[in-house]
């Protein structure tokens, strides 16, 4: 029964494309860019046998989650230098509320491993789930974008793509849009502040380490030291993206995503504060990963105690992919280190979801903590 609604909403949201999930908050006035980056950059090169089928992903990937005791060969070696053209596609959306305080602070805001820039941008019952409309209701700018490699954003073998090349993009995108780039109408903002979510947290917390100036405050939500890589690595039932849909044919071996509703549940939301509905819009609008990626986290610089700005980290309690499956206990540290230069440092709790805060059932009063706390810090 649950099956069969499963199988009629998935139909319902699977729509051709992924820009057929466009939506632009009608409290917003959006503008779509597509901006190029140039990229020089030092990155680890893959050094292992490439897989072809699902059966050498899930070999690659219990290789990749022995214990290191195993001595097994590490699969990248480098560092080595990268250089490459992108076009990254994003949105810029300001507040068409009259008279805000808060239009000329601009979030920039960084998505995970499994989502595009639609993560803030939910079509889903977005008086719910919409970041972005929900901050802009409070008189916010935001610009999201799609990361390398996925959405309408440029691709890269996902034997390539990986961290460091996305921390440059980052500090190029938060370059320009300190200096009215890409902010339609507004111009040069006040503010700029660093918001990510996940993977976009860790580069925002990396962009913020080598360049500490990049931004005036930072909102890092899904952002947490608990990693044991080999047990993610096996907790997110990696197969090959191109097989299990036509839309990322164009995509190399190297492109990964979990196999289906449930390894999303399990690594991304927690019962009972998700709706079935919201899981399966979530599902439907999942965007695959590259499995370095995933590899090159551990190897980014955190210590970001050179920054001087407000930072925010916000966790569900019950995040199993940062965590460990709870966060009270193991986010104080060492995120207040990374963090010692940070004026008005806090980290918070988000009771009871899981790793997507965005598509939890009180995700709005977590959006609020959000508001409330640059508002606080005079953002
Ligand atoms: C690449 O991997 C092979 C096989 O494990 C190893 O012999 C070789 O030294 C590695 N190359 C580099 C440059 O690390
Ligand atoms: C972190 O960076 C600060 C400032 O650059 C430096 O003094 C400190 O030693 C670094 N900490 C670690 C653990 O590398
Ligand atoms: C919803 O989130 C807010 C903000 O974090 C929190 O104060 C409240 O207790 C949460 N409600 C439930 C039912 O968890």
């Avoid at 897989?51 to 022995?66: L, Q, Y």
């Avoid at 053209?85 to 960084?110: E, G, M, R, W, Y």
């Avoid at 940062?322 to 207040?336: I, Q, R």
């Avoid at 939890?360 to 005079?378: C, D, K, P, S």
Wanted: include cysteine; charge should be negative.
């Amino acid at each position: 029964m649950y099956f069969t609604l499963a199988i009629s909403l998935l139909l319902q949201f699977c729509l051709p494309t992924a820009t057929a999930y466009r939506y632009f908050p009608p409290n917003g006035n959006c503008v779509d860019y597509d901006i190029l980056v140039s990229i020089s950059t030092e990155v680890a090169t893959w050094n292992a046998t490439k897989w072809n089928d699902d059966f050498g992903v899930v070999d690659f990937v219990s290789f990749a989650a022995t214990r290191t005791s195993a001595g097994l060969p590490p699969p990248i070696t480098g560092p080595s230098l990268f250089e490459g053209q992108f076009t990254i596609a994003a949105t810029f959306c300001s507040p068409n509320v009259k008279a805000s305080p808060h239009h000329k602070t601009v979030l920039l805001a960084t998505h995970g491993l499994g989502f595009d820039r639609g993560y803030w941008n939910s079509q889903y019952q977005p008086e719910d789930y919409n970041f972005a409309q929900y901050i802009l209701n409070k008189g916010y700018s935001i610009f999201f974008y799609d990361r390398l490699g996925v959405g309408a954003s440029s691709s890269l073998s996902g034997f390539v793509n990986q961290a460091s090349i996305q921390v440059e993009i980052l500090r190029q995108l938060a370059d320009f849009i300190r200096h009215g780039k890409y902010t339609d109408h507004l111009g040069v903002p006040d503010h700029v502040v660093l918001l990510g979510h996940s993977f976009g947290s860790f580069i925002s917390t990396a962009l913020l380490a080598g360049a500490p100036t990049s931004a005036d405050a930072a909102i890092l939500t899904g952002l947490g030291f608990s990693l044991d890589s080999a047990v993610q690595i096996e907790s997110l039932n990696l197969r090959m993206a191109s097989a299990q849909d036509q839309k990322w044919a164009h995509l190399d071996a190297g492109y990964l995503t979990w196999n289906d509703i449930f390894g999303n549940i399990n690594n991304f939301l927690k019962a009972p504060t998700y709706t079935f509905g919201a899981a399966v819009y979530s599902e439907a609008s999942k965007a695959p990963i590259g499995v370095l990626e995933v590899l090159s986290i551990q190897s980014l610089n955190f210590n970001a105690t050179r920054f001087r700005g407000p930072t925010l980290v916000m966790n569900g309690e019950f995040d199993f992919l940062v965590c460990g499956g709870f966060c009270p206990g193991v986010m104080e540290e060492p995120a207040t280190t990374f963090f010692s230069g940070s004026k008005g440092f806090r980290t918070y709790i988000q009771p009871q979801a899981g790793h997507a805060l965005n598509f939890h059932q009180n995700a709005t009063a977590g959006y609020e903590v959000i508001a409330n706390y640059l508002h606080e810090h005079g953002l």
